[in-house]
């Protein structure tokens, strides 16, 4: 259980383990080493496993920024960005490393010398020296759990405690690693919050009607900015030195909420880099280049919450809104009690929350600018075409082919502004995903770091997708993969498969309501006692049930088709998902690029947990780049997706840049030009997501194409 510290089983080095968020990093040394215990109170910052090795040099597998710290206080000495190198005298350092899937932490009394290459990071001693490399995960799970009637204004005190796992006052608390996970809420019958999550001395109160369909859209704020939650006629924020800020405006409640929460984070993000951190970051020269913006980052940086918030809203926020990420994900809720339990989470990731009544979601399906969703749900009812072209059964009733909601269970969702959408509340999405408790009760199964993979095919007529994706999985250098491919399997095997541990489930061939067709007849998921897949990717027709079944028996998430899906559509979908779970990309992140990049995407939904991940990403966090030519010249355009490790909030370095400039991760992040033979320098030796002239291609198939033509 938690991290594990051990030698490399091929090549000299150390391999760092999370077993909780299956999270992997190697750092090599020029011969072997062997790991002993180390004190974990000999780093300035918290980590929670430490390990001592004797070695005269580190080198680390990416190009990453290297900060040099004072070991005793913590202090940065040197930013330590991707440049020519630097050395540093005899010294008790702290170094930290950057970017890495595992929080690390260095601590060596020696000389320094730091360089990069193409592809690596190399940090040399004076000698022999002894290293104590400290580690954090990143694994954030609520502490404690907090009983909550179906009352407006309990709810509020029990949201208000949602601050107490704040781990900073400071702007710093815009690092998720020093925001910690919201307590858990459960429904009972009386309000029970136990002792230590009382509300943070932050001096911030919000007022609005207790009322669900008024509190559930500033859950997220609320707890990021520590705030006590109480009844009042007008909503406002309120702090103790008389600040009053209306979030009635003319934008609507909703959206006022979003722009204090948007613009809050982002003017943190910079303030902190005058405190742990320093970098060059793009963001903060769009913010200092506005001359509507007059704020001394420094003196904010550790300034009492009430006064950055009166700071920071007294700029406008068209002076800032250029340097505000794309949001990672909008959350629409119904406003029922029933929903409580989702609250945490929502919070957590820091999502944009909108209510949608019965009434509202109803209604939207009525104008004609929401014709394209009411077409979806007329063409998941249709029938699909047979065996020949389709992934149904054949000879079963319309009844038990169903396997998916009625037509009146399904919710249209409005377009918005955010990567991706979900939804919490009875009903179905349309698109995007259905948050589901049952994803996020208990704690992560540890793993030895290695991620499994089963990949079944249950039909002749389906296999170039099985041979297509058995050989993508596993395609990568820096994660170890174990993967299992079969074949034609019976129901007894397969319900054998479903319950081995499994990081990754991926099942092609026949699904109806009845259950997954097997070489011996039909397997219901809704008896299985339990699933060990974290996450199932269900390529059939109307698998959403047996999705959901999977989910409620164990699965983190589900990708799940609701209607009839023709085998060349769904090969494509099946093989893209695929490619992009291996990249690195969550479940919610990858079915958002399927949406809009294949023929079929818009028919399948996840269910679950829109933020778990089946491998992490070589790079950090995983990149999607659009390219564009330019008078024969290319435009190269990241654009960044969120993940656990790499949150809102996080920065990413594009290798593309010639600059030392980091960028807020999520979204497009900047477009730079570079010459063709850069890009092919830069991107032919890469499995990387492309997006050219609108459609997705990779970079590795890219240049295969290019050669043999």
Not at 504 to 524: K, M, P, S, T, V
Not at 615 to 623: I, R, T, V, Y
Request: aromatic share 8%.
């Amino acid at each position: 259980m938690g991290l594990r510290f051990a030698p490399l089983d091929a090549g000299t080095g150390v391999e760092i383990v999370d077993r909780i968020e299956n999270r992997r990093f190697v750092v090599h040394t020029p011969s072997e080493v062997s790991p002993t215990p180390a004190d974990t109170a000999e780093f300035a910052y918290p980590v929670s496993a430490a390990r001592a090795v004797v070695t005269r040099e580190l080198t680390l597998p990416r190009v990453a920024p290297i900060p040099v710290r004072d070991a005793a206080t913590g202090d940065q000495i040197r930013e330590g960005n991707p440049s020519d190198g630097f050395e540093l005298g005899p010294d008790e350092y702290l170094v930290e490393l950057v970017g890495t899937p595992v929080k690390l932490y260095l601590r060596v009394d020696s000389s320094l010398r730091v360089g990069w290459g193409d592809d690596s990071t190399r940090i040399a001693f004076g000698g022999p020296t002894r290293v104590r490399v400290g580690a954090r995960s990143y694994h954030r799970s609520p502490a404690a759990t907090i009983t909550v009637p179906d009352d407006p204004e309990a709810a509020m005190d029990a949201i208000s405690a949602f601050g107490s796992a704040l781990k900073t006052p400071t702007s710093e608390r815009s690092w998720a690693t020093l925001r910690g996970h919201p307590p858990r809420l459960e429904l009972g019958d009386e309000l029970s919050i136990p002792e230590g999550l009382e509300p943070p001395d932050s001096g911030v109160t919000i007022r609005v009607p207790p009322e669900y369909e008024a509190l559930y859209p500033l859950v997220p704020l609320a707890y990021y900015l520590g705030a006590e939650v109480v009844p009042g006629t007008t909503p406002r924020l309120t702090t103790e030195s008389g600040f009053t800020h209306r979030l009635d405006t003319l934008r609507g409640f909703e959206d006022e909420v979003a722009r204090v929460l948007k613009q809050v984070f982002v003017l943190d993000c910079v303030a902190r880099l005058d405190g742990y951190f320093s970098a060059d970051l793009h963001e903060r020269h769009l913010v200092e280049s506005n001359p509507a913006v007059d704020l001394d980052f420094e003196a904010l940086h550790d300034a009492p919450m009430g006064d950055r918030l009166e700071a920071y809203l007294s700029v406008p926020l068209e002076a800032v809104e250029d340097a505000i990420p794309t949001w990672d994900r909008t959350v629409h809720v119904r406003p029922s009690p029933e929903c409580l339990e989702l609250l945490p989470v929502v919070a957590s990731d820091l999502s944009v929350v909108r209510v949608e009544a019965p009434t509202r979601a109803s209604s939207a399906g009525a104008g004609a600018s929401t014709r394209p969703t009411a077409d979806a749900i007329e063409s998941f009812k249709r029938g699909g075409g047979g065996n020949e072209t389709g992934r149904e059964s054949d000879e079963v009733g319309d009844d038990a082919l169903r396997g998916v909601p009625d037509r009146g269970e399904y919710v249209p969702l409005p377009d918005g502004d955010s990567i991706e959408k979900g939804w919490v509340g009875e009903g179905t999405p349309v698109h995007g995903t259905k948050l589901l408790a049952d994803a996020f009760r208990g704690p992560a199964t540890p793993t030895d770091g290695v991620i499994q993979v089963t990949v079944v095919c249950n039909s002749e007529a389906m296999r170039d997708e099985w041979d297509a994706v058995s050989n993508l999985y596993g395609n990568r250098e820096l994660v170890p993969f174990d993967v299992d491919c079969e074949f034609e399997v019976t129901s007894a095997e397969l319900r054998d498969l479903l319950a081995a541990d499994t990081d990754l489930f991926h099942f092609i061939g026949h699904i109806d309501g009845r259950g997954f067709e097997c070489a011996d007849g039909i397997l219901d998921a809704e008896t299985l006692d339990r699933t060990g897949a974290t996450v199932a990717l269900l390529n059939a027709c109307r698998s959403h049930n047996q999705g959901r079944a999977l989910v409620e028996a164990g699965a983190r998430a589900s990708i799940v088709s609701l209607g009839d899906v023709g085998n060349a559509g769904a090969d494509e979908v099946g093989e893209t998902l695929a490619r992009l779970l291996n990249y690195g990309f969550t479940v919610g992140g990858a079915l958002s690029i399927v949406e809009s990049y294949t023929a079929i995407g818009h028919h399948y939904v996840a269910l679950g947990d829109p933020g778990v991940a089946v491998a992490q990403c070589a790079d950090g966090s995983p990149h999607l780049y659009e390219i564009s030519a330019v008078e024969g010249d290319l435009t190269v355009t990241p654009i960044g997706y969120t993940t656990r490790a790499y949150p809102v909030g996080s920065m990413s370095y594009p290798f593309i840049q010639d600059e030392e400039t980091y960028y807020l991760s999520a979204g497009p992040v900047a477009s730079f030009d570079l010459t063709a033979g850069r890009f092919r320098e830069t991107f032919a030796d890469e499995r990387s997501p492309l997006v050219v002239d609108g459609e997705l291609v990779w970079s590795d198939e890219l240049f295969a194409d290019e050669i043999e033509n």
